[in-house]
């Protein structure tokens, strides 16, 4: 969990855990969803991209077979599937390989590796240029521009886009935040770095106590990372890391 220390005024009340109202785009700045597709897209790309993936899936099938692996149920599961004479379902054969190669621009070899991104999307793009269309505009839904949503008014979006999240107030406070959400405040406010220190060192945090000379050091340095790998002591929360890293 990221930790950073803000300076608050010493009456500042926000409620721990819930996100700094500053941090969040402003519901006014929300657009509405679009009536009539739910990404951007018409139905009729949504159904191509389905049938992209699944050519995409018939290549990483060629490794599923030389690693002794099933086939996709997806695939096993298809209504209308090629059979062998005894109505068992055939599994792709290696020349999926060259059409796939062809259609993404990539090498044969691609589609066996285990960990690649699927390649849906450009097989699609593939074929709607096939078609003879533009694929920047084939496939948009015309509602919304493939924006996925429409504006409440106009103008909207250049005033979400032009919005900056803004801080909390500064004061003579010390408070913990965390910053793994847009960030909100994870602690009482003191009115010293000391007052700050001796809470987070208190045991009665449990798990989240930290030795008292770590978190005074953390507060010095006002940042630590989320979890910090240190060969000696393994994974440990970034606050304890910082003092063994024992930065001068
Ligand atoms: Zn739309």
Redesign the pocket.
């Known amino acids: 969990m990221g930790r950073e220390v803000r300076r608050v005024p010493l009456d500042f009340d926000w409620p721990q855990n819930k996100v700094w109202e500053g941090f969040l785009t402003p519901d006014r700045l929300h657009e509405d969803r679009?009536p009539?597709?739910t990404r951007?897209y018409t139905a009729a790309a949504e159904w191509l991209q389905v049938f992209a993936s699944r050519m995409d899936m018939l290549g990483s099938d060629i490794a599923d077979q030389r690693r002794g692996r099933p086939l996709h149920p997806w695939l096993a599961q298809d209504s209308y599937p090629p059979n062998d004479a005894q109505y068992q379902v055939v599994r792709p054969s290696e020349d999926i390989l060259d059409l796939l190669a062809g259609l993404t621009g990539e090498s044969k070899d691609r589609s066996l590796h285990p960990l690649r991104g699927g390649d849906g999307y450009r097989i699609a793009r593939k074929i709607v240029e096939a078609a003879g269309l533009d694929s920047k505009t084939w496939g948009v839904?015309p509602?919304?521009n493939g924006?996925?949503s429409i504006e409440k008014y106009e103008g909207q979006r250049a005033e979400a886009e032009a919005w900056e999240p803004s801080g909390p107030p500064e004061g003579e406070g010390w408070q913990l935040w965390e910053t793994v959400s847009e960030g909100s405040p994870i602690s009482p406010v003191f009115g010293s770095a000391d007052g700050l220190a001796e809470w987070m060192s208190d045991p009665a945090r449990g798990d989240r106590w930290v030795p008292g000379d770590v978190a005074r050091k953390f507060i010095d340095e006002g940042w630590a990372p989320t979890g910090v790998m240190s060969f000696s002591q393994g994974l440990q929360s970034g606050v304890e890391a910082i003092g063994w890293n024992d930065k001068a």
Do not use: N, Y
Request: charge should be negative.
């Open positions: 679009c009539d597709c951007g839904c509602t919304c924006h996925g």
